[in-house]
């Protein structure tokens, strides 16, 4: 599957756009494209869910856009292999391998020099916040994750722990259609970041149609007025 995304990708976008980045597991791609403004903010590194892919329409590939004229470089990437993800095992093999992808494009952004954020969607935000408390990834400026959840209940819950046990600033947005999973657990969250005194974490929920241009647009807005609230 990941090979039939890259060939699309690579017939549908700029050569310039799709960069190949190597792990101990291999090469995979990313989609780079530079802020189109006078400054340069830094980074973000975007990162989909794990059953799609680096222009994911399910908010994604317009942010890896429309974040450029706010001054942000854009970095997808492809995640790993949805073969690999496996609950039962604690998702290990998995996440190693998202942690590897994560680092090479964290070397990949450091080229650009200045801030670096990371923007993650679905299961890939629940793991990467248990890389973060783990301390196993170097913490970037800020977090956003978009709809974070992992399907089983223990395991959810337990992302509310990771989520207050990491001291990056965090943005939490969701959208009530989101699976339940996504939205069972928004409350313990809460509670749990302020029992931890977590100094910067907004938690968001949107309305509205399902991914449509309105909730595209409000996202954007809700990062950008966000980081501009922590200086970034």
Same mark, same amino acid.
């Given at each position: 599957?990941?090979?039939?995304? *890259?060939?699309?990708?690579?017939?549908?976008?700029?050569?310039?756009?799709?960069?190949?980045?190597?792990?101990?597991?291999? +090469? %995979?791609?990313?989609?780079?494209?530079?802020?189109?403004? !006078? %400054? +340069?903010?830094?980074?973000?590194?975007?990162?989909?869910?794990?059953?799609?892919?680096?222009? !994911?329409?399910?908010?994604?590939?317009?942010?890896?856009?429309?974040? #450029?004229? $706010?001054?942000? $470089?854009?970095?997808?990437?492809?995640?790993?292999?949805?073969?690999? %993800?496996?609950?039962?095992? #604690?998702?290990?093999?998995?996440?190693?391998?998202?942690?590897?992808?994560?680092?090479? =494009?964290?070397? *990949?952004?450091?080229?650009?020099?200045?801030?670096?954020?990371?923007?993650?969607?679905?299961?890939?935000?629940?793991?990467?916040?248990?890389?973060? =408390?783990?301390?196993?990834?170097?913490?970037?400026?800020?977090?956003?994750?978009?709809?974070?959840?992992? =399907? /089983?209940?223990?395991?959810?819950?337990?992302?509310?722990?990771?989520?207050?046990? *990491?001291?990056?600033?965090?943005?939490?947005? !969701?959208?009530?259609? /989101?699976?339940?999973?996504? #939205? =069972?657990?928004?409350?313990?969250?809460?509670?749990?970041? #302020?029992? +931890?005194? &977590?100094?910067?974490?907004?938690?968001?929920?949107?309305?509205?149609?399902?991914?449509?241009?309105?909730? $595209?647009?409000?996202?954007? &807005?809700?990062?950008?007025?966000?980081?501009?609230?922590?200086?970034?």
């Amino acid at each position: 599957m990941q090979q039939l995304w *890259q060939q699309d990708l690579q017939r549908q976008l700029l050569s310039t756009e799709v960069v190949e980045l190597s792990t101990d597991d291999g +090469n %995979f791609i990313v989609l780079q494209r530079e802020a189109l403004t !006078s %400054f +340069n903010k830094g980074t973000a590194i975007l990162v989909p869910d794990w059953a799609e892919h680096p222009a !994911s329409p399910h908010y994604i590939d317009t942010l890896r856009q429309q974040l #450029n004229d $706010h001054g942000w $470089h854009t970095l997808a990437i492809m995640a790993p292999p949805a073969v690999e %993800f496996n609950l039962e095992q #604690n998702a290990t093999d998995y996440q190693r391998q998202l942690a590897e992808r994560m680092l090479a =494009a964290i070397r *990949q952004a450091q080229l650009q020099g200045d801030n670096i954020i990371v923007i993650a969607k679905g299961s890939n935000a629940a793991l990467l916040n248990r890389l973060y =408390a783990a301390e196993q990834l170097e913490p970037p400026a800020a977090f956003i994750m978009l709809g974070a959840y992992l =399907a /089983d209940v223990n395991l959810n819950r337990e992302l509310a722990n990771d989520i207050a046990g *990491q001291s990056i600033p965090t943005l939490d947005i !969701s959208h009530w259609r /989101d699976n339940r999973f996504a #939205n =069972a657990n928004l409350k313990l969250r809460q509670q749990l970041v #302020n029992r +931890n005194l &977590k100094a910067q974490y907004r938690q968001r929920q949107l309305t509205g149609t399902f991914y449509d241009a309105d909730v $595209h647009a409000w996202v954007l &807005k809700e990062i950008t007025g966000w980081l501009n609230s922590i200086g970034l």
